[in-house]
């Protein structure tokens, strides 16, 4: 079969479809036989299907599970090295053929009466907005500051790129799942004569949801910005925060340590240990010691070229990674731990100091005070307000004044022409009349 461009060739190779009979009458799935089956390979195995030349053989097939409509694309490899050994590679990923549940085409979706359809509609909105949002920001620090430096260094904004880039992943992946021929060849006819490769299409539809997985977990990271906001869920973030350049050297140190014990690991163990064949699995398996699986001391002893390499390996390992450099990073966390702890404390101590003062200046009312102080308050507002009930009641009482009135009330006074001489002419002469 086909071997992908790589360590098992450099991509070329044959192909052999099995194809199943064609369905009987009545029935909408084709079989294949066993005996059929049992044919096929027997006759790649007379052709010389695979010989001492061969790297590496795939075999692919899909299965399909109707009562949780999914499918499987099942990927096979084995790897043949040049001395003789197999190494099976299996691959296993499953998948839907339609995003969402019910939509089977464009139209589908613009109905909107999924709720799926709804969901990545309102995630999408926000994301359109977040996008906006950060881009208004980068404008305006690059228009302000002449340069980008401010926005590069705040950490919440490559929070918010780390959230944003993954999104725009998942949709590129969904875009071209949707628009993948194989998918629709399945989509059109469930069962057929001739195989279709699901891989391609089942890569794109778990990445899609891997992105989606990445920007969940970014989200939540962004927390720590408003849990800042309280000093007791704060502590975690500042204690971070402190060790922060401290915590990036040691992992600097840890990555040379751990990349030179990886290649020993791999040149020592490699040729008789398949954990250790290549480097990223003896970074692996180190790593996994570091977090205390030992199981695989005695194998590395038991089939080591020299055994007292590999007891020097594993002691020398053990040393310097699991009790000095592992120790020296809880000791990282811890100091900056008491330091950030301290400093809160300090603060606390400062404002209940401050606290004490102003009481002692102002030391607060009693109980008994209080209360009297709100008796004297209630029963002010009580004479007010019957003050105004009362003004209000007189008021109510008060005949109406007409114009005749008004004119008696300025005849009837006996100092009015006086009042009025000593205002206006006018008013003489109205004093003499």
């Known amino acids: 079969m086909l071997a992908p461009k790589g360590r098992m060739g450099d991509g070329g190779g044959y192909v052999r479809d099995i194809r199943p009979d064609e369905p009987l009458p009545g029935a909408d799935i084709p079989r294949i036989r066993k005996a059929k089956m049992q044919a096929d390979l027997d006759e790649l195995l007379s052709m010389l299907w695979l010989d001492e030349r061969t790297r590496g053989m795939f075999i692919h097939f899909s299965i399909y599970n109707a009562n949780f409509n999914l499918y499987a694309a099942c990927n096979f490899a084995f790897e043949f090295s040049p001395g003789g050994t197999i190494r099976p590679i299996p691959r296993f990923k499953v998948m839907k053929i339609d995003l969402y549940e019910g939509v089977q085409s464009f139209d589908d979706v613009l109905r909107f009466d999924s709720v799926e359809v709804q969901y990545d509609l309102a995630v999408s909105l926000l994301l359109i907005r977040l996008i906006l949002k950060e881009l208004t920001r980068y404008i305006y620090i690059r228009w302000t500051y002449g340069t980008s430096l401010p926005y590069v260094k705040n950490i919440w904004n490559m929070l918010e790129l780390a959230n944003i880039a993954p999104f725009i992943c998942a949709w590129i992946m969904r875009a071209s799942f949707a628009t993948n021929p194989q998918r629709t060849i399945y989509s059109i006819g469930m069962f057929a004569t001739r195989y279709a490769e699901l891989g391609n299409v089942a890569d794109d539809y778990t990445l899609a949801f891997a992105f989606d997985s990445i920007s969940i977990v970014v989200s939540f990271l962004k927390l720590f910005k408003y849990l800042r906001l309280f000093d007791a869920t704060a502590l975690l973030w ?6 922060f350049k401290d915590m990036a050297y ?24 398949l954990l250790f064949s290549t480097f990223i699995l003896s970074m692996t ?50 100091d900056a731990y ?9 603060r606390f101590a400062q404002l209940k100091a401050e606290r004490e003062e102003r009481n002692r200046l102002n030391p607060p009312a009693t109980t008994a005070e209080r209360v009297a102080k709100l008796q004297r308050a209630a029963r002010g507002r009580f ?6 009930v009362n003004a209000m009641a007189r008021r109510r009482k008060r005949k109406p ?10 005849y009837s006074a006996p100092d009015v022409g006086v009042q009025m001489a000593s205002t206006t002419g006018t008013g003489r002469a109205m004093g003499r009349a």
């Open 238 to 243: 500042n204690v971070l925060e402190s060790s």
């Open 250 to 273: 040691f992992f600097v140190m840890l990555f040379l340590f751990l990349t030179g014990f990886a290649m020993f690991a791999e040149q020592m163990f490699g040729p008789t240990q």
């Open 285 to 334: 398996a180190l790593i996994n010691q570091i977090f205390g699986v030992v199981d695989i001391y005695w194998e590395m002893v038991r089939t080591a070229q020299e055994r007292w390499l590999a007891i020097s390996f594993f002691l020398i390992y053990t040393v310097l990674i699991f009790f000095i450099l592992v120790n020296v990073f809880l000791a990282i966390l811890n």
């Open 338 to 346: 008491g330091s950030v702890k301290g400093e809160r404390d300090e």
């Open 383 to 388: 004479h007010r307000f019957q003050a105004r």
């Open 401 to 410: 004044a007409t114009a005749t009135d008004a004119i008696d009330s300025l």
